[in-house]
């Protein structure tokens, strides 16, 4: 499903209404890591995007993919 969705909130409001096992905040993005094709430890790949991740956005990242 490719919907997007308006959301009139912060984003630390609304990450915390998210479920942490299925998302994880990069920067000013909120994903959904089951949507992450790659990632290495400059980028997470969702299709042709390429999301920065900085070291601790990083070890967030892996630590729950590992989860998954």
Known sequence: ???SNL????M????TTLNREKFV???NLIINIDKIERFNSKFAEIGNSKIPLSRNKKE?????LANT
């Open 1 to 3: 499903d490719d919907s």
């Open 7 to 10: 959301v009139l909130s912060t």
């Open 12 to 15: 630390k409001s609304f990450e």
């Open 25 to 27: 905040r990069v920067h």
């Open 60 to 64: 967030d990242l892996a630590k729950a």
